[in-house]
């Protein structure tokens, strides 16, 4: 799809996971790791992605050096894969489209109306619009983003009227916003942030990612005593973990379609 080495500097991102840019437009997710007893850094491709491994004290660059160098044997494994987050063609007003929601394909389909609004039907979501469209593309971005966090609220309030009570510990607040990395955190006030693009995602994921953050009122670390309450309040995260570190990336690209240059 490429020719060899063209991929961009490597960006480093919050937690564990590493960012490559293609000359194409493509993005590469690599998951990166310090193992304690590795020895040098090891490079592996399977269908949940790609993961770099390296000794601990590893320097950041020396990751990202190792990361070009074999540019064109990731880029190699990942496009046989199917696992290269392709560039997205623009949203354009009164073009459909097929976008993920809630884990499902469905259009986004255009209409015109008197005033700016969101209509659901089965398997179509419609922005509604106005004319005259001079403001049109930034409105719809608008609309969608509200209609993506009403959709992650009204899950999140259902789980945490049981999630609470099992914890006895409560967050003191939710934002919920385009994340560039993370798809949730816990900060220091006990307030969560959820990642937008979660609402693209099959329920179950964001349900882990909201489980995973309610354990942190717990633990704030990731420490097997962490992992144990997450299995107590959410058996089998295992699987939503995976789909999300398979399938993220494009669900951020996704969004990023969708809701570019949106205010938080």
């Avoid at 979660?198 to 309610?214: M, S």
């Amino acid at each position: 799809m490429f020719s060899g080495g063209q991929l961009g500097m490597a960006q480093q991102l919050e937690g564990d996971w590493l960012e490559l840019a293609t000359t194409g437009g493509s993005t590469i997710r690599v998951l990166k790791a310090a193992h304690p007893r590795a020895r040098r850094l090891r490079l592996t491709v399977t269908p949940k992605g790609a993961r770099v491994s390296y000794p601990r004290g590893t320097h950041p660059a020396q990751v990202s050096a190792f990361l070009r160098s074999h540019a064109d044997w990731l880029e190699q494994k990942l496009d046989e894969l199917n696992l290269l987050v392709k560039p997205l063609p623009p949203l354009r007003v009164g073009q459909p489209v097929e976008i993920p929601l809630r884990g499902e394909r469905i259009w986004l389909d255009w209409d015109e109306g008197p005033y700016p609004r969101i209509a659901s039907g089965e398997g179509v979501l419609t922005l509604i619009l106005p004319r005259p469209h001079t403001r049109a593309l930034p409105v719809a971005r608008g609309l969608l983003a509200s209609h993506l966090e009403s959709l992650i609220r009204r899950d999140v309030s259902r789980w945490l009227a049981q999630y609470v009570p099992q914890l006895g510990l409560a967050p003191t607040a939710l934002k919920v916003r385009p994340l560039k990395s993370l798809w949730g955190s816990l900060d220091t006030r006990d307030r969560i942030n959820l990642d937008l693009a979660l609402a693209l995602a099959p329920p179950a994921a964001l349900r882990y990612v909201l489980a995973h953050e309610l354990c942190h009122l717990k633990v704030r670390n990731h420490s097997p005593r962490f992992w144990a309450q997450v299995e107590t309040l959410f058996p089998n995260w295992q699987e939503q973990r995976d789909w999300l570190r398979q399938n993220g990336a494009v669900l951020k690209a996704e969004l990023d379609r969708l809701v570019a240059d949106v205010a938080d």
